[in-house]
T-cell receptor
Framework: GQNIDQPTEMTATEGAIVQINCTYQ??????LFWYQQHAGEAPTFLSY????GLEEKGRFSSFLSRSKGYSYLLLKELQMKDSASYLC??????????????FGTGTRLQVTL | DSGVTQTPKHLITATGQRVTLRCSPR?????VYWYQQSLDQGLQFLIQ???????AKGNILERFSAQQFPDLHSELNLSSLELGDSALYFC????????????FGDGTRLSIL
């Protein structure tokens, strides 16, 4: 089976930097995604890591260590609109051609003035 | 706008009833995924179709079924509805079955009275 852990809630100040951690245990690991979800809305894709290291995309960066089963999402220059849930999702191969994406329960980020 | 269309946006029905949720994937996407999101749980993967064929199955109840049609739209059928089936149901699509990100529709909010 798969197990994904993220903090439930985090608070940070506008303009600051925040790091949201995700740890996972899975067999057949084949990549890790980060999604942003505003309340009542659809999740939107932020980043994807399959190899170890840092992927940077504007104000958002994501890091992966496969040996540690660990990822983080780094948000810089926080804006009020960044207040949302951030979902860590692990892709695992089920068979040679089929895979499954398992989502964590998400981290609710509150950005304050 | 993700390009994934789900109808209806809201559905209110009673226990024991049957409903059908519809999803049109982004143009060019062959894979369709269905997820359930309840208040107390994260996104739960239900089922995946690729080019008309079932590709992967998650925690989908026997009362639920899905199919993908030749034009690639998909339907999720929920029968013998129970109060606990009240949730947001999301459809997502991706180009293939590989590491491409999934793009989510706005969801169907199902309320069982």
């Amino acid at each position: 089976g798969q197990n994904i852990d993220q903090p439930t809630e985090m608070t940070a100040t506008e303009g600051a930097i925040v790091q949201i951690n995700c740890t996972y245990q899975t067999s057949g690991f084949n990549g890790l995604f980060w999604y942003q979800q505003h309340a009542g809305e659809a999740p939107t894709f932020l980043s994807y890591n399959v190899l170890d290291g840092l992927e940077e995309k504007g104000r958002f960066s994501s890091f992966l260590s496969r040996s540690k089963g660990y990822s983080y999402l780094l948000l810089k220059e926080l804006q009020m609109k960044d207040s949302a849930s951030y979902l860590c999702a692990v892709r695992a191969l089920i068979t040679g051609t089929a895979s499954k994406l398992t989502f964590g329960t998400g981290t609710r980020l509150q950005v304050t003035l | 706008d993700s390009g994934v269309t789900q109808t209806p946006k809201h559905l209110i029905t009673a226990t024991g009833q049957r409903v059908t949720l519809r999803c049109s994937p982004r143009s060019g996407d062959l894979s369709v995924y269905w997820y359930q999101q309840s208040l107390d749980q994260g996104l739960q993967f239900l089922i995946q179709y690729y080019n008309g064929e079932e590709r992967a199955k998650g925690n989908i109840l026997e009362r639920f079924s899905a199919q993908q049609f030749p034009d690639l739209h998909s339907e999720l059928n929920l029968s013998s509805l129970e109060l606990g089936d009240s949730a947001l149901y999301f459809c997502a699509s991706s180009e293939g079955t590989g590491a491409q990100p999934q793009h989510f529709g706005d969801g169907t909010r199902l309320s069982i009275l």
